[in-house]
Structures are given as C-alpha cells and as structure tokens.
C-alpha cells in the first residue's frame, strides 16, 4: 500500500510491493547498454524575442534585481541547478534578421533597431555578454548566423572574430572589447527555417547557399564549430543529406506541440478540457514517428552515420494570453509533454545527439517564468532537473509488457512510458511516465541477471491538470521524494496519475 506525508504539494511516496495481476511489466536488460545519451540532448534556447532576453535573463548592471554583469543572480543560480549542456542563441526566427556587429563595443554606442518588426532591439546582450552567461552556466555555445538578410561575409567574420586564436584585425578587435582568448563556439548554425522566416527558400538552393558559406567559414583546425544545416520536413532531408555530405555535422528540424492541431487556434494554457490534455500528449507522442521518418531518409543517404538529427526547437505551444512575446504559463501538463519526448529521444540516441526546448525563459515552454524581481521554477524546469541523471547516460533495453491504455473518446495512447538508463555515476537510473489524468498504475520492475532491492528518487504530480506555479504560490507544484522496496528481488511502483517519476534502483 501506498502512504502520503503531508498534502499533495510536499508528496512522499513510500510505495510498498504489490503485485496485481494486471499490472503493467517492465524488463530492463543492464548488460546490454545501448548508446550514450549525448548530454546535448537536454539543450535549451534563448532568443531575443519579447521577455526572453531582456527582463527575464539580462537586466543591465544598473537594475535593482541583484545581477552579475548584468545577468540575474536569481535566473543563473536556478539554471545551474538543470546542469544546462549546451544554449543556442540568438535566434530562431531573430537569428536572420541580427547583424552581429551591432552587439559589439560600448554598450551605449550600440545602434537599436526594431527586432522582426514587433519588438525594439537594444543590441545590451551581444556576443560578449552571451558568452559571459554561457561561462557562468558551465556550459557550451550554439550559435545561429544570419543568412537571410545576411552575407557570407559576414558570417566569416563573426566565426573569426569569436574563434581565431591569431593576430588577425578581428581578433585584435575581440580582444580591444574585451576578450583576449577566444570563444568556444561547440555548434555553428548556418541560418534557421530557410523554408520560412529565414528566407522562403527551396531546399536545393539553400543546400547551395550552405556549401558557399560554410567553405567560408574558416577557424581554427582545434576550435572549428560543428557546423548545423537549417532543415525542414523530410524533403529538405532528403536534399540536404546527399548535397552537403562531409560539409555538416546535423540537420536542424523543428516540432511544437500543439494540443487542436490547428496553427491559428492552438488551444489554452490553463483552464483546459481532458479532450486538450489528452490531445496534446497524442501530439507530443508523434514526435517518435517525425524522428523516424528523418532517419530514414539520413541511413539511406547517410549510412556512415555522420550526420546528427538536430531538433533544436520543440516544446508545447499555446494560444497567446496576456503578455506578449510568445509568453504562456506552464503547467503540470507540460512536464508530462517534456518527460514523453526525453523518452523518445533516448530511443533516438544513437542519431539524435542534440536538442534544445523552446525556450529558456518567459517563451513558449519556458524553465523559468518572471515578473520584474519576481522568479518562478516551471513544472518543465522540475522535469529538466529531475533528468539530469540521464545526461551522457548509457542507454538500457526496456521492454513494457501489459501495457495500459489511456483513451479519451477516439484518441488512445499508451498508458505508460518509460526509460532507463546507466549513468556516470554507476547507478541504473528508470523514468516512468502515467499519462492518464485520473487513475494510478502498477509498474513491476524486472532487471535482468538481479534482483532489485529497491527504488528511490523523485516524483512530479498534482491534483488539476492544469496545476501550475504562479508568483503568488511559487511552490505549487513541485517534486517529492519517492521510493520504493522489493520483495524478493521484485520491486512494484505505483505511479500516481498524471505523473512523471525518476528514480535510481538499489541493485
């Protein structure tokens, strides 16, 4: 039987073992791992678009809301907490409109401008500060060059200036703003959504526009960028890995979630119908087909595997409410939306070695909601934090045997995900996911070749759907400690409603 300490806020779950007979089974085989969840996988976006930037990240030295160089002490101490790997930057959609020169020297002497037509730009956060922020977090940098409105020229300058190690003009006028020794640049992208807001291009000429600007895009041997294709559906696939074999390390895509389906009215953030919840879950689920159909188009003109199935922008989204700029609450719907899709891409590890969700702060799916000084940690944030174990993972064969089924009028999707996985630090790690809103499930746990002893980590849960933190209650929703005890080496784990759970088993 299951025991609850406290309310469902601050839940501890003890799960003892129960061993139903319509239970859901669950075999991990630990002596075959699989490949290595590459940590990139838990990637994040920033882009300068509405309070994504500005306000919600960088403030300026001169603000009130305590800051290091203008970046929030409150922001960057959270962000820290998720072990953020890698952060792309400056764009999305902004990325084919920035001019990179613009954010460079004297804060005060930089021009503004409008970004994208909707939004000034004030050019405070440039490359200078971005890296500052990438130092700050630990992590690496993927940055996105201007193709649309730029010039292949300009892209080379950009490289060198941040990469070139020499005496070079750009490299003395790096060092004259600043910055001796050069940035670390792990991912280069050469434009975004050319099908679209980068340029409503066809794939063959934009496969042409990449190979002129990445021969010019010249650095350092050692410290050479990964250089990323902006992709689109499978057709761009298709072009783009026979055209630029050997010239590109990945394909972008991207996929929203979206709960109706239909671009124009994508559903609510909160106050939303079980018809929304299980619809948007459905949608997030169909991430595994996309992956697969891209894959099969890269292992019939790739079959080297050289080239990476980038998806650097996925994540719920909404109808806009209030605030501006792609800003939307999150709820404990999103986290089930981000823990599905971890799954699938650790299914994918093998060719899916980074993503980054749409966005960091205030945007879309955002980790971190803020209003002036006030700071608020996501239902997605929790689900970040709880993953971290499976960052640089070794993937685990799972099979999931009597599984249940959630349905909800024509629309069936499983009852439970899982994953599992071993990681750095030794440990066989399981992530489980119960998709339906309303009943709990019994998950028996078999690891082949030993007999588990118990389980211990975390779970993330709540009463409503549509549960979610607010500047008022910022604690809402949250995790709790879980475990679990076996009997005679056979572990059962009650996964709640609507809940994600992780945890690590005592082998």
């Known amino acids: ?84 790997p890698l952060v792309r930057w400056p764009g999305g959609c902004f990325a084919d409109s920035y001019h990179w020169r613009d954010g460079i020297g004297p804060q005060d002497k930089r021009p503004s401008n409008v970004n994208g037509g909707r939004v000034d730009e004030i050019n405070a956060v440039g490359t200078h500060e971005f890296f500052d922020l990438i130092d700050m977090l630990g992590t690496e940098a993927y940055i996105n060059g201007n193709v649309g409105t730029g010039s292949v020229q300009e892209m080379s300058d950009w490289v060198e200036y941040m990469t070139s190690d020499g005496g070079s003009p750009l490299a003395r006028l790096r060092a004259q703003n600043g910055r001796d020794k050069p940035f670390k640049v792990a991912y280069f992208g050469i434009g975004n959504e050319l099908w679209g807001c980068g340029g409503n291009m066809k794939p063959g000429y934009y ?166 000084e006030k700071m608020v940690l996501t239902p997605t944030y929790y689900t970040f934090q709880m993953y971290v174990p499976f960052q640089d993972a070794k993937t685990l064969p799972l099979a999931i045997k009597d599984n249940t089924s959630y349905t909800l009028g024509s629309t069936t999707i499983p009852g439970v995900s899982a994953s599992a996985a071993r990681a750095k630090d030794g440990k066989l790690y399981l992530a489980l996911v119960n998709t339906d809103p309303s009943k709990p499930v019994e998950v028996a746990v078999n690891v082949a070749g030993t007999k588990v002893k118990g389980a211990a980590g975390k779970v993330l849960t709540s009463a409503a759907m549509d549960a979610h933190n607010t500047f008022e209650q910022p604690q809402a929703v949250k995790p709790a400690a879980f475990s679990a005890r076996a009997a005679g080496g056979k572990l059962a784990i009650k996964v709640p409603a609507k809940a994600v759970i992780v945890v690590s088993l005592e082998e």
């Open 1 to 84: 039987m299951n025991f609850i300490k406290h309310s469902l806020a601050v839940l501890g779950i003890i799960a003892a073992p129960v061993f139903a007979a319509g239970q859901v089974s669950i075999s991990i085989d630990a002596g075959k791992p699989g490949p290595v969840i590459n940590k990139n996988v838990y990637g994040q976006f920033a882009e300068h678009l509405g309070t994504g930037v500005y306000e919600g990240m960088y403030v300026g030295t001169n603000s009130n809301i305590p800051n290091t160089r203008g970046w929030r002490n409150d922001v960057v101490g959270a962000l820290k907490e998720l072990h953020v």
């Open 207 to 372: 496969a042409n526009l990449y190979s002129n600007y990445e021969h010019f895009l010249r650095a350092p041997e050692k410290a050479r960028p990964k250089m990323i294709a902006a992709g689109g559906d499978t057709s761009w696939t298709e072009v783009l890995s026979k055209e630029l074999k050997d010239r590109t390390s990945g394909i972008s895509i991207h996929q929203y979630t979206i709960p109706s389906g239909i671009w124009e009215v994508k559903g609510k953030t909160l106050g939303f119908k079980e018809d929304e919840w299980i619809s948007t879950l459905a949608a997030a689920s169909k991430m595994d087909q996309i992956i697969k159909d891209h894959l099969a188009v890269l292992d019939k003109n790739d079959p080297e595997k050289k080239i990476g199935l980038m998806i650097d922008e996925w994540g719920t989204w909404y109808d806009e409410e209030g605030r501006s700029g792609l800003y939307q609450q999150n709820s404990l719907r999103d986290a089930l939306v981000a823990a599905l899709s971890f799954h699938i891409f650790h299914e994918h590890a093998e060719r899916v070695p980074m993503t980054t969700i749409a966005q960091m702060v205030n945007v879309l799916q955002a980790m971190i909601l803020t209003d002036k």
